[in-house]
């Protein structure tokens, strides 16, 4: 198995970017989901195949990729972006899944 | 509309059994992979294992294999998830999630289904 490394915690102003990492061994060649989560919430997807929108997603969030690091960005951030963001990815044959370990957005 | 509802909280007693649920309705049930994923209270998601109704294959997290039973019974279009002797550290939450047809992400997710396990 392999492992998906997030900063634990992000923290933003109104109006700012903010930019969430994701980094693991696996990426260069897997792509990589994006996942909100609010307090009380089930997830949600926002990012898809490393840089496609899910639908109904604003424009403001977008997704990247680089070697073995992918980056999930919010542009503008406004206060209803606090949440938990996971990146996600899987094997080759989609027969092991992983998740990384979150990282709690804070808008301040 | 492509719905997910799991059955309701549970409180069990360590060594007890338990099997939850989840309904999908609004698609053809046997065509979609369901998955689960745990979240302990004020942690992470952890992947947990899939299945595929139409067959039944079954894939688990090496994590999770042999602590856990996925199934489904297709004559209700549902998906479980069972233990058979529950422990303390399987308080969580936990969700159903179908996949996305062509792509290995979860699409549309249940309500999840709090467990908690305590003498």
């Known amino acids: 198995s392999y492992e998906l490394t997030q900063p634990p915690s992000v923290s933003v102003s109104p109006g700012q970017t903010a930019r969430i990492t994701c980094s693991g061994d696996a990426l260069s060649k897997q792509y990589v989901y994006w996942y909100q989560q609010k307090p009380g919430q089930a997830p949600v997807v926002v990012i898809y195949?490393?840089?496609e929108r899910s639908s109904g997603i604003p424009e403001r969030f977008s997704g990247s990729s680089s070697g073995t690091t992918v980056t999930l960005t919010i542009s503008g951030v406004q206060a209803e972006d606090e949440a938990d963001y996971y990146c996600q990815s899987a094997d080759s044959d989609g027969g092991n899944w992983v998740f990384g370990g979150g990282t709690k957005l804070t808008v301040v | 509309e492509v719905q997910l509802v799991q059955s309701g909280a549970e409180v069990k007693q360590p060594g007890e059994s338990l099997k939850i649920s989840c309904k999908g309705s609004?698609?053809?049930?046997?065509?979609?992979?369901i998955g689960w994923v745990r979240q302990v209270p004020g942690k992470g998601l952890e992947w947990m294992g899939i299945i595929y109704p139409g067959d039944s294959d079954t894939r688990h997290s090496p994590s999770f294999q042999g602590q856990v039973t996925i199934s489904v019974d297709k004559s209700i279009n549902a998906a479980h998830l069972q233990w058979s002797s529950l422990k303390a550290s399987d308080t969580a939450i936990y969700y159903c999630a179908r996949r996305d047809p062509g792509l290995y992400f979860f699409e549309y997710w249940g309500q999840g289904t709090l467990v908690t396990v305590s003498s």
């Open positions: 609004g698609y053809t049930f046997t065509s979609y992979w």
């Open positions: 195949k490393d840089s």
